[in-house]
Every structure is written in structure tokens, then in C-alpha cells.
């Protein structure tokens, strides 16, 4: 609906286009990048890869595209079974 996505734009993802994570803290934790593998030239692909440079990791690539787990949900669930059963590793490791 317009409505819905009006109000997305003007108060959800303007906030979002100013946040810089803090790859300092961020590489001192356990981080897993998820991105889908039909994310084409989307925005998220773009900002995922950029990050995933960032912290030295690849991310973990899940069925469809940015909304696979609505796509595929058995699939996508699949995918992040086994990214939850890998024992925890740091990021710059």
C-alpha cells in the first residue's frame, strides 16, 4: 500500500542510510553476513559485500534474494541451520 510505504521511507530508512557500524567492535565478536544469492545489484548486496570487506569475512549466501526466506523458507532455513551449528569464530580469524 502507499501508505505503508511512505511512512517506510520517510521514517524507517532515512535512518538507516546514516548508520556506520562500528567494524571495530564488530571484528572483535562472532559475525555472520547473510546475503542472497539473487541479490543482483541491490543496495543490500552492495552495503553487505562493502562491510563483509571491512571485517575480512564472505558472507554466507541464502536462496533468493533479499526477502529469500519468504521465497524458499525451507531452503533458507536450511541455510541457516548450518550457519547456527558451525562452532563461533572471530571475525578477523
Known sequence: ELRDAA?????????????LPD??????GHV????GEESGRLLTRRTTM?????????????PGDHGGFIESPGAFADVLRGVLSRPARRSGA
Do not use: C
Open 7 to 19: 511512512h517506510f521511507f520517510n521514517h524507517e530508512l532515512r535512518h538507516t542510510t546514516r548508520y
Open 50 to 62: 562493502a562491510l563483509a570487506d571491512l571485517l575480512g569475512v564472505r558472507p554466507v549466501k541464502f
Open 32 to 35: 555472520v553476513l547473510g546475503l
Open 23 to 28: 567494524v571495530a567492535a564488530l571484528k572483535s
